[in-house]
């Protein structure tokens, strides 16, 4: 279990807040115990589940899988053939393989599933996304627009997937939105008051239209979210920027028009359905006969 645990913090998670994660998603799932599988199982009985995938698509989330599995079985569980995070696979492909008392294997399972499912699918629509702009310079960027207390989670899912993360919280990076534009009377005011409160720290500015950005530009800002902008604008926009500021995509886009976005030269994409409207990844854990 020490190996899995070092490879969750190597890949950017706390393991500690996962563990107490995970047990309260147990708890919540069994409170006074798995009551079918205690009924139906006898105490002694140990068996072996395959989890397998039913779509295409990339995997991630195996290694939290793993963790719920240790966290019901302690050392008495064996964890073997598990895909690394980040892996595409096709339907039908085994993904990890589990073996231990079969009770606690049905008792962890839906946990371990919610878990790789959810995050599965946030690699899968990463992926797609990373595809569509594959050729250009632009990335696609995850938002915070996230489950509560899973953020750190569906970030991990979406660099399994290619994708790039934004801020993780509103700590770590100012970013100046229409609201504080408002509040601040204009984007230049709201932009010199967070570089004058905290000079050390990135700062981005939201804006509307391309005056707002010619006002940016000359005050200085390197990073810039151009805020539902039609295509052409967006390209008049990378035209008058000229490689002086990052420039980000932000607003409703869809797949469909990624293409058509990345050409017009900006750096990123940013994409809240990417963790706030996911397809769940369609993984299966059975049982195999004796």
Not at 7 to 27: F, M, N, S, W
Not at 173 to 178: I, Q, S, W
Not at 209 to 221: H, K, M, P, T
Not at 258 to 265: C, I, L, P, S
Request: aromatic share 4%; net charge negative; hydrophobic share 45%.
């Amino acid at each position: 279990m020490k190996t899995l645990l070092d490879e969750l913090t190597a890949a950017g998670l706390d393991p500690d807040a996962l563990v107490r994660q995970i047990a309260d998603a147990l708890l919540e799932d069994a409170p006074d115990g798995d009551v079918t599988s205690e009924a139906t199982i006898p105490p002694g009985a140990r068996g072996t589940a395959l989890f397998a995938t039913r779509v295409d698509g990339v995997v991630a989330g195996l290694g939290v899988a793993a963790l719920v599995f240790h966290h019901v079985l302690g050392d008495d569980v064996e964890i073997a053939d598990r895909l690394p995070d980040g892996s595409r696979v096709s339907a039908g492909d085994v993904v990890m393989r589990v073996s231990g008392p079969t009770r606690g294997l049905l008792t962890a399972e839906r946990t371990a599933l919610n878990y790789a499912s959810h995050l599965s699918g946030i690699a899968t629509a990463t992926a797609a996304w990373v595809d569509a702009l594959s050729g250009t310079r632009a990335r696609v960027l995850d938002t915070r627009k996230t489950l509560p207390n899973y953020r750190a989670l569906q970030k991990y899912a979406v660099r399994c997937g290619g994708g790039v993360n934004h801020r993780f919280s509103l700590s770590d990076r100012a970013m100046v939105k229409d609201n504080h534009v408002v509040a601040a009377g204009g984007v230049v005011p709201a932009y010199e008051a967070v570089r004058a409160a905290y000079p050390g720290l990135r700062v981005e500015v939201e804006v509307t239209d391309l005056d707002q950005l010619r006002e940016l530009l000359e005050a200085g800002c390197s990073e810039i979210l151009l805020d539902n902008m039609d295509t052409a604008t967006m390209a008049e926009a990378v035209r008058i920027t000229d490689g002086r500021a990052t420039l980000e995509a932000s607003g409703g886009l869809t797949i469909e028009r990624a293409r058509e976005v990345a050409e017009t030269g900006v750096d990123f994409i940013s994409v809240g359905a990417l963790t706030h409207s996911v397809k769940v990844f369609d993984l299966g854990l059975d049982l195999l006969d004796d």
